[in-house]
């Protein structure tokens, strides 16, 4: 029906999540239409985020150095460790301004039925982190749904083992369960953070 490579742009655009084939189709045509600039302006922006951007060496949030800019705020406390699953559930626990510590991204959750084992995740490397000696507190903050529980439990487990003068604890309940981090608003998800409770 199109050009091909007005086709090839559709396709591509039909890839990202919550786009379908019609509104492919409608952004494909919003770009042909826009000045050159603009549309050069996109296609660096997605190709440099791919070159420059890569895990954080230490937290595994998302950088554009050797470490992200949260470990390398010396005003953060390193004493406390927030876990959470993926690099964009970071943005909104800073939106609510509850948490001046540092991060952990696991890279997912457990999931045992899609294959996704502790060691599939940064989970030995939390664990080196913790043992480091500096750390007093572990918050997981993985989704509140079946597999970011199980996560939580897991971690919570083998951290009671290997440091047991940690505290390890859970947010409040309050978020919506199955939900995702991400789409929590930030006044639910700082109560959420602020009542915060030790994994029995
Ligand atoms: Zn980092």
């Avoid at 189709?25 to 890569?54: C, G, T, W, Y």
């Avoid at 996560?151 to 409040?172: F, G, K, Q, S, Y």
């Amino acid at each position: 029906m199109f050009a091909p490579p007005v086709q090839r742009l559709v396709t591509e655009l039909g890839k990202l999540p919550g786009i379908g084939q019609r509104t492919a189709q409608r952004l494909a045509f919003h770009i042909l239409r826009v000045d050159p600039e603009d549309a050069n302006a996109l296609a660096a922006a997605i190709r440099e985020v791919k070159e420059k951007i890569r895990p954080c060496a230490i937290c595994f949030n998302l950088a554009d150095e050797e470490t992200c800019r949260i470990c390398q705020d010396e005003r953060r406390d390193g004493g406390i460790i927030c876990v959470v699953e993926e690099p964009s559930d970071v943005i909104p626990i800073e939106r609510t301004h509850e948490f001046r510590g540092r991060y952990h991204v696991l890279g997912g959750a457990l999931s045992p039925i899609d294959g996704v084992d502790p060691e599939d995740l940064k989970i030995p490397q939390l664990y080196a982190r913790v043992t480091g000696g500096e750390v007093r507190e572990v918050v997981i903050a993985t989704n509140p749904t079946t597999t970011g529980e199980a996560t939580a439990h897991h971690i919570a487990a083998a951290l009671r083992e290997r440091a047991p003068d940690v505290a390890v604890t859970r947010l409040a309940s309050g978020l919506p369960v199955g939900g995702d981090l991400e789409y929590a608003d930030e006044v639910t998800l700082g109560r959420a953070f602020a009542g915060r409770r030790e994994i029995a």
